[in-house]
C-alpha cells in the first residue's frame, strides 16, 4: 500500500490516529517534513466529519440497542476522563487532554467530550487544532528518536 494512504488511513482511524499514522510515515522511509504536515491536517479532518456524525446520523443510530450501549459506554468513559480537565481549565484542558498521545485521547475523544459539554464548536474546533499539533510533535520526536536509538542498536549488533 502507496506510504502516504497509510499515513492518511491511519490519521484518520479512531485508535491509531497520529499515535500510528506518524511512526508508520517515518518507517516507511518517508521525511518527517512530509509525513508530520499529513498526520496532523488528516487527523483533524476528525474534528468536523465526528462532529457532524454526532449531530446528525449519530441520533439514528441510538434506536439500535448494541449502538446505543457502546456509544453509552465510550460517553461515560469520555466524560469521566474529561470532566475534570474541562471543569477546571475550559478549552485550555480540552487542548491538553487531546495534546496527551495516549489511547483514547485524541481528536475523536475530544470532539465527543466537546460535543457532550456543549462547548462553542469554533473554541473547541481551535481546541482539538491545538492539541492535535502538540500530540504530533510528541509523537513525531518519540518515533525519530525510537528510530535512531534502534538504528545504533541494528548497528553495533551486526
Known amino acids: 500500500m502507496n506510504p502516504y494512504l497509510k499515513i492518511v488511513i491511519l490519521s ?9 499514522s506518524i511512526p508508520v510515515g517515518l518507517t516507511s522511509g518517508l521525511s518527517i517534513i512530509v509525513v508530520y ?14 462532529y457532524l456524525f454526532l449531530s446528525t446520523l449519530h441520533h439514528q443510530l441510538l434506536r439500535f440497542n448494541f449502538y446505543r450501549k457502546s456509544f453509552e459506554a465510550f460517553l461515560e468513559r469520555t466524560r469521566r476522563r474529561t470532566k475534570p480537565k474541562i471543569e ?14 495516549l489511547p483514547v485521547t ?11 459539554f456543549k462547548m462553542n464548536k469554533r473554541n473547541s474546533f481551535f481546541a482539538v487544532l491545538l ?7 510528541i509523537v513525531s520526536l518519540v518515533s525519530i528518536l525510537g528510530i535512531h536509538i534502534f538504528d545504533i542498536f541494528i548497528k553495533e549488533s551486526g
Open 12 to 20: 484518520l482511524l479512531p485508535i491509531s490516529e497520529l499515535r500510528g
Open 131 to 137: 492539541g492535535v499539533i502538540i500530540a504530533g510533535i
Open 106 to 116: 485524541g481528536a475523536y475523544t475530544g470532539t465527543l467530550a466537546a460535543w457532550f
Open 37 to 50: 504536515p499529513i498526520a496532523v491536517l488528516c487527523n483533524l479532518l476528525v474534528f468536523p466529519i465526528f
Open 88 to 101: 477546571k481549565y475550559g478549552y485550555l484542558g480540552l487542548t491538553l487532554f487531546v495534546a496527551i498521545p
